[in-house]
């Protein structure tokens, strides 16, 4: 079936109603938002409406651009972690039994009700000294005496990785269960291990998917809050955490928005490249 472009004015009127929640809820705000980080702020946290790039050249500074660069390689890492560990992980369920793959998945989905301060705190339970993992080890007498596993990196990638592995898991699943499994016998019968048949096979049938799965928990990581707060160090924070600081600690507006403008910007990118990658997946 062919579908009909639009004949006349009336046709269009089941989008007037989406169309206005998008402008009232993003246009306007955002447009506001790219103005006020033109202004120029003024003592005591007050600003008025000027047109100066003084906000976005501070954000290019030496120790802005490192809190970017930092923010920017955490999120790959986390996308690529996640991918790493959730492609393999959902391809073994997918060949599951049909009671198994739905006791994981509610599983994964009770994960998903948890809120991320919930999160950040389990894990910083379970990464201190007094009641966390290393009491475990030592019992076990792989460590000398009970250490602090945070604040550090590994902590903040850990608790990230935690909180996006079930959202990259529910994305790779649809594909993965309507893949072919005849390709991978084929694969094994002429002589494929199961590891080369997965690498040569199974991923590239699923590129386009693993990219956009990729750039998703590259959106969703770089988004992240109170994560990098609770288990890492200011030196782990990532720019929604310092955003956040100079909107409302350092009452400097301007500048936060130029910051969020930078930020959003970065996240419709992705998206867009989203988009491109699934419409190349429907062209082959």
């Known amino acids: 079936m062919r579908r009909e472009p639009p004949q006349k004015a009336l ?19 955002f447009g506001t938002m790219i103005a006020v980080s033109f202004f120029q702020r003024q003592q005591g946290g007050f600003y008025e409406p000027a047109f100066v ?3 976005y050249a501070r954000f290019l500074s030496a120790f802005f651009g490192g809190v970017l660069g930092f923010s920017l390689l955490l999120a790959i890492t986390v996308a690529v972690v996640c991918v790493v560990l959730g492609l393999p992980f959902t391809y073994l369920l997918s060949r599951m039994s049909r009671k198994v793959q739905v006791v994981w998945l509610v599983a994964l989905l009770s994960i998903l009700s948890l809120s991320e301060v919930i999160i950040g705190f389990a894990w910083s339970t379970l990464l201190s000294r007094t009641a966390g993992i290393s009491n475990l080890l030592v019992m076990l ?7 602090a596993l945070m604040p550090n990196f590994g902590a903040v990638l850990t608790g990230m990785v935690y909180q996006a592995l079930p959202y990259t898991v529910l994305v790779l699943y ?4 309507r893949l072919d499994p005849t ?6 019968t002429l002589g494929a291990s199961p590891v080369r048949a997965f690498l040569t096979v199974v991923v590239p049938a699923l590129r386009n998917t693993i990219i956009a799965t990729l750039i998703m928990v590259f959106i969703f990581a770089l988004g992240c809050y109170l994560l990098p707060q609770i288990l890492g160090r200011p030196q782990h924070w ?37 988009l491109l990658v699934g419409r190349k997946g429907e062209a082959v």
Request: hydrophobic share 65%; charged share 10%; aromatic share 10%.
């Open 11 to 29: 046709d269009y009127a089941p989008l007037i109603f989406p169309a206005g929640m998008l402008i009232l809820f993003f246009v306007i705000p």
């Open 238 to 274: 990532t720019l929604s955490v310092l955003i956040t600081d100079q909107a409302i600690y350092q009452s400097n507006m301007p500048f936060a928005a130029a910051m969020a403008v930078f930020l959003v910007l970065v996240t419709l990118g992705m998206v867009a490249l989203t």
């Open 174 to 177: 649809p594909a993965l269960v």
């Open 183 to 188: 390709l991978t016998e084929a694969a094994r």
């Open 141 to 147: 007498g792989i460590m000398a005496k009970p250490v």
């Open 53 to 55: 790039f003084d906000n």
